[in-house]
């Protein structure tokens, strides 16, 4: 157990619903990260934070998500009018804020949109 | 565009032996760092083994070493004696200084018993 916790771990929702998902980081952790990973594919960068500052959000981030990290603690993602398309594992990871430290990795949320 | 490539979809080992996982990264920084992370079925993802690239020499943990090659931009993880257990999905991935980590698209490693 590396100390990221997601919730949930199971979301099945219809497609044009909106969902959250929550990640708490290690507590001593000030970045964390989340990223987008579709089965036999490696994890795809979504966006990520300095405390509550959002640094940096990909491309592949459209306007229907939205990530927040209230008070540099726990994140949520939230997906709003699902599409199939958005039917993936949501990880989350957490790392120190120093030059080349590695991040730790949630255990995830696996999304279906049906 | 920053990226990392592992050309080896799926890989086989018998269980005792030796494989070598491949990786090539693209980057014009100076200031970056390389990992091999593990997943295992249904499993979190773990950190392998990490790399500074301003270290020449290679990093070992245990079973599994890197053969970090700076010039061709290549970095290949090797695990030796291979066990049950090592059957995972493997990313190889890189980190330019405090920013963002960026994974390949995964190698499929079996263990054959």
């Known amino acids: 157990d590396t100390g990221v916790s997601q919730d949930p771990r199971h979301k099945i929702t219809k497609r044009g619903q909106n969902v959250t998902f929550r990640c708490d980081p290690i507590?001593?952790?000030?970045?964390l990260y989340w990223y987008r990973q579709t089965l036999g594919q490696g994890p795809e960068f979504l966006t990520y934070f300095q405390n509550e500052a959002q640094l940096e959000k990909s491309r592949l981030l459209s306007d229907r998500f939205s990530a927040e990290r209230p008070k540099g603690s726990f994140s949520t993602l939230e997906i709003q009018r699902t599409e199939q398309g958005d039917s993936a594992m949501y990880l989350c990871?957490?790392?120190?804020?120093?030059?080349?430290?590695?991040?730790?990795f949630g255990q995830g949320t696996r999304l279906t949109v049906v | 565009a920053q990226t990392v490539t592992q050309s080896q979809p799926e890989m086989s080992v018998q269980e005792a032996e030796t494989v070598t996982l491949s990786c090539t990264y693209d980057?014009?920084?100076?200031?970056?760092?390389l990992f091999w992370y593990k997943q295992p079925p249904s499993r979190q993802m773990i950190l392998v083994i990490r790399q500074e690239a301003y270290k020449q020499q290679n990093a070992t943990e245990n079973r599994f070493s890197v053969n970090f090659q700076k010039a061709a931009k290549s970095f290949s993880l090797k695990i030796s004696d291979s066990q049950l257990g090592d059957a995972a999905m493997y990313f190889c991935a890189y980190r330019i200084g405090d920013d963002k980590i960026i994974f390949g698209k995964g190698t499929r490693l079996h263990i054959l018993p």
């Open positions: 507590s001593e952790h000030n970045r």
């Open positions: 990871a957490s790392s120190r804020g120093r030059r080349g430290t590695e991040a730790f």
């Open positions: 980057t014009s920084e100076s200031d970056y760092y």
